[in-house]
Structures are given as C-alpha cells and as structure tokens.
C-alpha cells in the first residue's frame, strides 16, 4: 500500500486519521494562506487544502498527502481564527441563536504521480441563544484560539450546539466519509 502522509499540524485531524486505523506520517511544510477575499469559501478552502498537500508532495517522491482547511461562514461572511479575546468574543456573539457553514477543503495528491483529487464539503451547525456571560466565560476557556470561528464543536462548544445538518466530522476539520472515497480512487479502502 501507498504510504500515507497527513500535512497537517492540526490534532484534530490527525486523531480523525488514526481513528481509520491507517498508519500515516504527518510532514508539514509552511504555506502562504493569503487568499483573494472574493474567491467562494469552497474555493477558498479548495485552494488552501491543495497548497498545503503540495508543498508536502513537492519534497517527496512517493506516498498519498492529505490536506485539508477549514472555515466558518455566516451570511456570506468568512470568520478565520480568532486573533484575541475581543474578536473570538465577537465571532460567538455573532453565531449564536442562528446557523451557520462550516466548509472544509480536502485535497489528496499522489507525489509519485501528481494525481491529485481536490474536494470540499459544507456542514450547517445551529447554535443555542447565549448570554453575554456564557460567552464570556467560553472564550475565557482559551478553547477557541486555534479554531476557525473561535469554537470547537468537539470541545466544551458541544454544549451550544442545537443540530447539526452534514457531517460532523466536516466540522472538526476532516470530513472522514468523503475521505475513505477519495482514498478509494487512489486504492486505498478503509472497510
Ligand atoms: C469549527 C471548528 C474548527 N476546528 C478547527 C479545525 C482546524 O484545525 C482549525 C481550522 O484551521 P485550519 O487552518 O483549517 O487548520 P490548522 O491550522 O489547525 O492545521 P493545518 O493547517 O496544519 O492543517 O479549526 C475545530 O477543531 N472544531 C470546530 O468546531
């Protein structure tokens, strides 16, 4: 079998991985993420998860690189990681009480042959009405620097989500089904 390399630093995705019971290596290698603000959040996300599995391919000669990106969007607008306490406290403030999509981008690129297979998926998540204080307290937690949209469903922000419509897997960073069939076309099968 192929071997298989997760370019990315992200835990989430690489406990999402291992839960396939895949062994896998992680290499991660610096990208530039600016983006045109124009650009469609699937694109945008598209676009980030192939430059992120390129730039791992490009310094290998064989193996399956996986990449991926997130982000969180309301109303058309795009929320990125928070940068301080006063931004992620003004990302949930604006989730609450309402719905919105969570894209993800996923790109798999063969290094022996360029093959790549480039894909994203969106999964809409309602949030709970919240209190400034709750908010608060939440951000307080420190749970949401690294994340896109300043929370993790997987974290203590499970306890504001009122549903969920796609895959929850999208949301955590890796949509895990539409993985196993990408895989498949580069003949890797999971079940
Ligand atoms: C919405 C949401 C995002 N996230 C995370 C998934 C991603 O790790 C992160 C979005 O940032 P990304 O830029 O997609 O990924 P990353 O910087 O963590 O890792 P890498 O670029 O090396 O692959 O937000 C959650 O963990 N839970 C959530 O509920």
Known sequence: MKPIILASASPR??????NLGLNFEIKISDVDESLDEQTPPA??????????ARAV????????VIGADTLVT?????????KDRRE???????LQGRSHEVYTGLAVIDAATDKAVITHQATAVRFKSLTMEQIERYVDTG?????????????????????????????????????????????????
């Open 74 to 82: 309301l109303n058309n607008q795009v929320l990125g990681k928070p």
């Open 13 to 18: 995705r690489q406990e999402l991985l291992a």
């Open 88 to 94: 992620a406290i003004e990302m949930i403030k604006q």
């Open 143 to 191: 749970e949401p620097y690294d994340k896109a949209g300043a929370y993790a469903v997987q974290g203590k922000a499970s306890v504001f989500i009122d549903s969920i419509r796609g895959c929850y897997f999208n949301v955590v960073g890796l949509p895990v089904a539409k993985l196993a069939d990408v895989l498949k076309v580069f003949g890797v099968e999971i079940i």
């Open 43 to 52: 694109q945008q996300v598209e676009q980030l998860a192939e430059r992120k």
């Open 57 to 64: 391919a490009a310094q290998l000669t064989q193996g399956l």
